[in-house]
């Protein structure tokens, strides 16, 4: 029926939703109401349009946003919300975004907002003089009528556990779900009556499942000798041969979640991390599989991260999110505690070669991270770097002789172009410490003397003895250590991944710009530094072999001393599994409540009973047959938190191909002559890439109001929809037959090259057309911004639209849409410096303020309810710095930050809100759930704004004229030169 525009974000399960999806039928029954975001810049954002059922062009209604609706019974009326948020994991949400009802009169073209309870009302649904509709205004979501007459609301059901979901309204009955149950409400006799279905359904979907384990790789590790590699995939643990043998599959359990697994240094038990138990616990396991595993931890409290065996294969070294670093011992399971932070999580650790050592990376608050040594023995800590020089990365080189790790300890600054200003980027080296004080620098000065054949092989039976003393004690001089660290001479970049063997150092390298980063390792001995490729290793237990890590492929080759271009991949054929669905899914469901609980800011969950909400949505997973129900299921979990940030996404599921639609920057409608006018040609800016609009081109001479004829030599007259052409034609070259009337003579054909999105035109637009109205309203002398987000875009568009306005008296900042990211405090400093001093040079009639690239004169900020996260952040902070006036209406409220997702044992995604905002004085948390209020509210009438109209543009404008009458400061001219 339709042909639009293919967005990224476009599927069933996203919390924006889909792009397109049916909101009703006209009362005459022959068109559908759908909203789609394809004319929007704005993930948040969608318009509704209506097409026939036959199909064809679709048409806007005269609204600027919109989501559910429903039509009045002489279909006069549209009762509509603005918003459109149902498919966000967020209950009980009363931020600004909170959904109202709203009734559009077609003919008056005036909307009325029908009730401003801050909680959500959603779901409209017309029947005769009433409305029904959803609310949460007494926490579970019931239903709710409004008398047009009267205007009266009344709750008309009183559901006590789970909320009403997506009713449906035909007649006088509204069909809708409740806990998994379809329920008819009668709007004459006011009563709910539950409907008996049965689906006589294969459910394919949620059938056991041959899978390739290979495509789900989260963790691996190589045998002592390198015969053998352990992989952790689909939440199993494999063992695989390097070059010959058997894979086995070391754990067979689809209840739980195997991970992590490294391969004890003796070769014979390998331990890894699983829930088997209900919580996280470390297991170690006979490496042939043939033994049941032993459980060495219990009563698991938190989330465990990755693991380290001590070289004498005795011990066990891991962190937690409990911010504690502990080693087991495997023979007595006693459990002793290195530290416990208050920072953050211990993420680097190792053990030295005699095992009476263990180094890690302690995290400081002030972001100096420092390499701390921890004496197995007597317990006693000693910190290598001083908190000058943020370090970390620390390892044990093989032969017990050195300590090596990273730190920024290099000062390279970047200067900007846009101002005087800079900023760091490569600042680390590898560092290494030699451990005994009388072990020499590699870079001590040498003279060379003759050797005689007696000292040669004198020094070469020392080197056999050492090599075959692996166990020998790690000597270590405390005293004056710091003053034994020197920096390879390498170049400055990033590293990570160290290694060091035999006078040899690995490691992995980036360089600001690079491509790819890089393999490498530096030798002691020649003071060289050699490139071995651009994958990542691992390195066996014996030193001797190395694993290549590149492309989800694997490849064991002995320890390189040159460039490497690896031919001989691991064979991962035998990793395929049969899945039993069901019991993966509930242990997904499982960890996803598990690592809320561990991770969630609030260790209250909010007042939530986590423990009962998790028995409240379990007893739907039997009823799951499909990834996207259990990603449904879990979002209805984590939204009873209340809070901004929590998602879930992906996992293993079904995937339909996307066919991208050619787009031609233009609005077209059907014409009556039968072929397609060219209504609108969005402008852009051909000379950059993404603001490129096809029917701009230098030479193609059209305007609006000019007709398309045909479209690769098919001609359009006959045609519904001139989309249907465009069918995976996106990119790509056309032909078009184009006329400045709706006729073949005087028409010509010109080739153009289509779009894939036409939201940056439709952004470009926006944005011009508002500082157009700004310069006209002031005469030129008030600037003009507007931020789309707090990420490298936002960044990009402050930056073009800043600094040229820089020298006009007053500025306007457009926060709204703002879809968040965490750039904003990098855009207040810019904001809030001060004028402290004026520069002046001769013969030059300018005067400059100092610091440069400030802006002097008043500022305005607009918000609205789509400005979010850090989009949130940002009005908080242009407040409390006391830089202006705030105008639109309340913002989203959403500010509990989120970081990467923890693995899924089919690749799913859960964020986690894990950092709060409170207020200095430590009275309250600060914006979320509620948002921050303007210093002056104005609500944009829904059909002025379709109509041209934007009221709080308006009010920016009135305000910031006024504020420059009582402006004061001035750059003045300069004063008298001195007389010296």
């Given at each position: 029926m339709t042909h639009t525009a293919t967005l990224s974000r476009d599927d069933m399960a996203d919390r924006m939703g889909p792009n397109n999806i049916v909101m009703s039928w006209t009362k005459d029954g022959k068109e559908i109401v759908y909203r789609s975001r394809k004319q929007t810049f704005n993930s948040f954002i969608g318009q509704l349009f209506k097409v026939s059922k036959d199909g064809g062009m679709s048409e806007e209604l005269p609204l600027p946003t919109g989501g559910f609706c429903s039509y009045s019974p002489d279909g006069s009326k549209l009762a509509f919300n603005r918003v459109f948020r149902e498919f966000r994991t967020w209950k009980y949400y009363k931020g600004g975004m909170a959904d109202d009802v709203w009734i559009y009169d077609f003919k008056s073209k005036k909307t009325i907002n029908i009730g401003t309870n801050v909680a959500q009302d959603i779901f409209p649904m017309w029947i005769d003089k009433e409305i029904y509709f959803l609310s949460d205004?007494?926490?579970?979501?019931?239903?709710?009528?409004?008398?047009?007459?009267?205007?009266?609301?009344?709750?008309?059901?009183?559901?006590?556990?789970?909320?009403?979901?997506?009713?449906?309204?035909?007649?006088?009955?509204?069909?809708?779900?409740?806990?998994?149950?379809l329920y008819v409400f009668n709007s004459k006799t006011q009563k709910s009556t539950k409907v008996d279905i049965e689906i006589a359904n294969d459910f394919s979907y949620s059938r056991?499942?041959?899978?390739?384990?290979?495509?789900?790789?989260?963790?691996?590790?190589?045998?002592?000798?390198?015969?053998?590699?352990?992989?952790?995939?689909?939440?199993?643990?494999?063992?695989?041969?390097?070059?010959?043998?058997?894979?086995?599959?070391?754990?067979?359990?689809?209840k739980s979640h195997d991970r992590d697994a490294i391969w004890s240094p003796d070769g014979k038990n390998i331990a890894y991390i699983s829930d088997k138990s209900g919580e996280y616990e470390i297991y170690i396991k006979n490496q042939n599989g043939e033994e049941d595993a032993i459980q060495l931890t219990k009563n698991g409290d938190t989330y465990k991260y990755h693991l380290k065996w001590s070289p004498d294969s005795k011990k066990i070294l891991w962190s937690d999110k409990m911010l504690r670093l502990s080693y087991v011992d495997v023979e007595s399971k006693k459990i002793t505690l290195v530290e416990k932070s208050e920072v953050w999580e211990f993420r680097n650790f190792e053990w030295s070669s005699d095992n009476k050592w263990i180094t890690y990376t302690r995290p400081e608050s002030n972001k100096m991270h420092k390499v701390i040594l921890y004496n197995v023995e007597n317990k006693k800590k000693t910190e290598i770097t001083k908190g000058w020089y943020s370090s970390?990365?620390?390892?044990?080189?093989?032969?017990?002789?050195?300590?090596?790790?990273?730190?920024?300890?290099?000062?390279?600054?970047?200067?900007?172009?846009?101002?005087?200003?800079?900023?760091?980027?490569?600042?680390?080296?590898?560092?290494l410490v030699t451990l005994s004080k009388d072990t020499k620098s590699p870079f001590a000065f040498e003279n060379d003397e003759i050797t005689l054949e007696e000292d040669k092989k004198k020094d070469e039976k020392k080197d056999e003895k050492k090599d075959n003393d692996k166990n020998k004690d790690v000597k270590i001089d405390i005293e004056n250590i710091q003053n034994r660290i020197i920096a390879l001479p390498i170049?400055?970049?990033?590293?990570?991944?160290?290694?060091?063997?035999?006078?040899?150092?690995?490691?992995?390298?980036?360089?600001?710009?690079?491509?790819?980063?890089?393999?490498?390792?530096?030798?002691?001995?020649?003071k060289k530094e050699t490139k071995i490729g651009n994958f990542d290793f691992e390195v066996s237990a014996n030193g001797k072999k190395f694993l290549i890590i590149k492309n989800n492929k694997f490849s064991v080759i002995d320890i390189p001393s040159s460039n490497v271009e690896p031919k001989k991949f691991v064979d991962l054929s035998n990793m395929k599994i049969i899945v039993n669905k069901k019991e993966e899914w509930k242990q997904i469901y499982d960890e996803s409540w598990r690592q809320m609980r561990d991770f969630f800011y609030d260790p209250n969950m909010h007042?939530?009973?986590?423990?009962?909400?998790?028995?409240?949505?379990?007893?739907?997973l039997p009823y799951v047959n499909h990834r996207n129900d259990l990603n449904y299921l879990i979002g209805e979990l984590i939204g009873e938190l209340s809070v901004g940030h929590a998602y879930v996404n992906g996992g293993d599921r079904p995937?339909?191909?996307?066919?991208?639609?050619?787009?031609?920057?233009?609005?077209?409608?059907?014409?009556?002559?039968?072929?397609?006018?060219?209504?609108?040609?969005?402008?852009?800016?051909?000379?950059?890439?993404?603001?490129?609009?096809?029917?701009?081109?230098?030479?193609?001479?059209?305007?609006?109001?000019?007709?398309?004829?045909?479209?690769?030599?098919?001609?359009?007259?006959?045609?519904?929809?001139?989309?249907?052409?465009?069918?995976?034609?996106?990119?790509?070259?056309?032909?078009?037959?184009?006329?400045?009337?709706?006729?073949?003579?005087?028409?010509?054909?010109?080739?153009?090259?289509?779009?894939?999105?036409?939201?940056?035109?439709?952004?470009?637009?926006?944005?011009?057309?508002?500082?157009?109205?700004?310069?006209?309203?002031?005469?030129?002398?008030?600037?003009?911004?507007?931020?789309?987000?707090?990420?490298?875009?936002?960044?990009?568009?402050?930056?073009?639209?800043?600094?040229?306005?820089?020298?006009?008296?007053?500025?306007?900042?457009?926060?709204?849409?703002?879809?968040?990211?965490?750039?904003?405090?990098?855009?207040?400093?810019?904001?809030?410096?001060?004028?402290?001093?004026?520069?002046?040079?001769?013969?030059?009639?300018?005067?400059?303020?100092?610091?440069?690239?400030?802006?002097?004169?008043?500022?305005?900020?607009?918000?609205?309810?789509?400005?979010?996260?850090?989009?949130?952040?940002?009005?908080?902070?242009?407040?409390?710095?006391?830089?202006?006036?705030?105008?639109?209406?309340?913002?989203?409220?959403?500010?509990?930050?989120?970081?990467?997702?923890?693995?899924?044992?089919?690749?799913?995604?859960?964020?986690?809100?894990?950092?709060?905002?409170?207020?200095?004085?430590?009275?309250?948390?600060?914006?979320?759930?509620?948002?921050?209020?303007?210093?002056?509210?104005?609500?944009?009438?829904?059909?002025?704004e379709y109509q041209g109209e934007d009221q709080q543009l308006n009010k920016a404008i009135e305000v910031i004229m006024e504020e420059m009458k009582n402006f004061k400061i001035k750059v003045h001219k300069k004063p008298p030169f001195p007389k010296k």
């Open positions: 205004r007494d926490r579970i979501m019931n239903l709710f009528v409004y008398n047009t007459e009267t205007k009266n609301i009344k709750k008309v059901t009183d559901f006590k556990e789970y909320d009403i979901k997506f009713p449906s309204v035909f007649d006088n009955e509204i069909i809708f779900e409740n806990g998994g149950l056991d499942e041959l899978v390739d384990a290979s495509d789900y790789i989260n963790s691996m590790d190589i045998s002592p000798n390198g015969e053998r590699l352990l992989i952790g995939a689909r939440g199993e643990i494999f063992s695989i041969p390097a070059k010959n043998g058997i894979t086995r599959n070391l754990t067979h359990d689809f970390g990365n620390a390892k044990f080189s093989h032969d017990g002789k050195y300590l090596i790790f990273t730190s920024n300890r290099d000062f390279s600054p970047i200067y900007s172009s846009t101002e005087w200003n800079h900023a760091y980027s490569d600042m680390s080296k590898i560092y170049s400055v970049g990033r590293y990570w991944n160290l290694y060091a063997n035999n006078d040899k150092i690995f490691y992995r390298e980036y360089h600001l710009g690079a491509k790819k980063a890089t393999t490498k390792f530096f030798d002691l001995k020649s007042g939530v009973d986590w423990n009962k909400m998790k028995e409240k949505y379990a007893k739907l995937s339909s191909e996307r066919i991208k639609l050619g787009l031609l920057g233009a609005k077209i409608s059907k014409d009556k002559s039968g072929y397609f006018k060219i209504d609108e040609i969005l402008k852009g800016a051909n000379w950059s890439k993404k603001l490129n609009s096809p029917l701009t081109k230098i030479g193609l001479n059209l305007k609006d109001g000019d007709f398309i004829l045909e479209i690769d030599g098919n001609n359009l007259k006959e045609e519904k929809d001139i989309f249907k052409f465009l069918i995976g034609k996106a990119g790509k070259q056309i032909e078009l037959k184009v006329n400045s009337k709706a006729v073949e003579k005087g028409s010509r054909k010109i080739i153009i090259k289509t779009i894939v999105s036409e939201s940056e035109l439709y952004y470009y637009k926006w944005v011009q057309n508002n500082i157009e109205k700004v310069n006209k309203a002031t005469d030129g002398k008030v600037g003009y911004v507007h931020i789309p987000d707090m990420g490298v875009h936002g960044l990009n568009e402050f930056v073009e639209h800043y600094y040229p306005q820089i020298t006009k008296k007053a500025l306007i900042i457009d926060d709204r849409g703002n879809g968040g990211g965490n750039v904003s405090p990098m855009i207040i400093e810019r904001l809030r410096r001060k004028f402290i001093i004026a520069s002046g040079t001769r013969n030059v009639s300018a005067n400059m303020p100092s610091p440069d690239e400030i802006f002097i004169g008043p500022k305005v900020l607009l918000i609205n309810n789509y400005s979010a996260s850090d989009g949130d952040l940002f009005p908080f902070r242009f407040k409390a710095q006391k830089m202006g006036k705030v105008i639109g209406v309340r913002s989203w409220g959403g500010v509990v930050g989120i970081r990467g997702s923890l693995p899924f044992v089919d690749g799913g995604d859960l964020r986690k809100p894990e950092f709060g905002h409170f207020s200095t004085d430590g009275s309250k948390w600060e914006i979320e759930g509620y948002g921050i209020d303007p210093d002056i509210i104005i609500d944009n009438d829904p059909a002025k």
